[in-house]
């Protein structure tokens, strides 16, 4: 482990060397690039750069229900992919927060992801900046910053490293509260943590560990599937009393791309989202799984026509809205749940089981 650990310190320190120099192959592999190569099925344009859930439009912003409830459809709006979104979210809260602050491995310089990139420049480095390869540490930090009062925004490079930072967040971050009689808490924190497969990341950058903090009272649990929903999420999470675990599917960080308002909004975290109106069939989903349910759809519909699917996206698994998904099945009689994260005592589980109680 230590040999493994400094291996990746000299690694690190090789690329930091390097500068504003980073080759197309190094923008592949750790930027995630939007990767537009994929193949259409049958005549059918699949992937997240054909979908039809992403507001491209100005006008597709302004008629976007949940944005007009929060007096920012008719705004200004930006083009911004979700890494962006991410950027202008923590930017945002960094200067109408004055007790927030944000760090982790390599957060000052911007991150693997480039997600912080130049806010240590705008903020200081007392507000952003690096901490030690413990993810432990890094959380055990933030929860201490959060129960005296901070708003802490710490992130996890890579979702597949946040085991040893485990303990911290199940029995510490999400009991302090309870255990001191809500004398004291850490609501005041938020992990981010890059998660699910891109396609190149093996089996130690890929890992959707999501299921094993939707077991824990205490914790929220959050997973965006797009530019505007980032950024409306991350700021929920970030002002919620409770503390927050916030899975980013790295695989959308600059494939998801979408006009995203200028100005500070919230979204729910306790309410699904139904993307697509069916009668047929409940079809349920969040993070990068709603693309390939998008297509699945497209191609059920194209192949039986007069079949009518419901898209319904989760967003915050913990808690989770089955209010919305019991009504969708109600009325369609039928339902598919599907996540990337593996299939046994997995999510799905919990919300079919749910369901048919």
């Not at 919305?324 to 009325?331: A, C, D, G, L, P």
Request: glycine fraction near 8%; charged fraction near 20%.
């Amino acid at each position: 482990m230590l040999r493994l650990r400094s291996a990746t310190c000299l690694y690190r320190s090789y690329w930091r060397s390097q500068g504003s120099i980073i080759t197309n192959n190094a923008k592949t592999l750790y930027s995630t690039a939007a990767d537009n190569s994929v193949e259409p099925i049958r005549g059918l344009e699949t992937g997240v750069s054909a979908s039809k859930l992403l507001l491209r439009s100005v006008s597709s912003v302004r008629n976007n229900l949940e944005l007009k409830a929060q007096n920012v459809a008719e705004g200004e709006t930006r083009k911004m992919n979700m890494c962006q979104a991410i950027n202008d979210a923590l930017r945002l809260v960094l200067s109408t927060d004055n007790t927030s602050v944000v760090f982790g491995e390599d957060v000052a310089f911007g991150g693997v992801f480039r997600c912080s990139v130049g806010l240590a420049d705008e903020f200081g480095s007392e507000r952003i900046f690096n901490t030690p390869l413990t993810e432990q540490g890094i959380a055990g930090f933030a929860i201490g910053m959060a129960s005296m009062g901070h708003t802490a925004v710490a992130e996890i490079q890579f979702a597949d490293y946040i085991y040893p930072a485990f303990d911290q967040l199940v029995n510490e971050a999400s009991k302090f509260r309870y255990r001191s009689g809500n004398e004291f808490n850490a609501g005041g924190l938020t992990i981010r943590a890059p998660s699910s497969a891109v396609g190149h990341g093996g089996h130690y950058h890929s890992q959707s560990p999501e299921s094993f903090f939707a077991h824990v009272p205490g914790l929220k649990v959050v997973i965006p599937r797009s530019a505007v929903q980032a950024k409306g999420l991350l700021l929920s999470a970030i002002r919620d009393p409770n503390p927050v675990v916030f899975f980013e599917p790295k695989i959308l960080y600059r494939s998801t791309v979408e006009q995203v308002p200028v100005d500070d909004y919230t979204l729910p975290l306790t309410s699904a989202e139904v993307l697509k109106s069916g009668n047929d069939i409940t079809v349920v989903g969040y993070g990068s799984q709603i693309y390939a349910l998008e297509n699945a759809i497209q191609m059920i519909e194209r192949d039986m026509p007069g079949v009518s699917c419901e898209l319904i996206d989760l967003r915050t698994i913990l808690p989770y809205d089955a209010e919305t998904v019991e009504k969708s099945v109600n009325r369609t009689g039928r339902l598919v749940i599907a996540h990337e994260a593996p299939r046994i005592q997995g999510f799905a589980a919990e919300l079919s089981a749910e369901i048919q109680e």
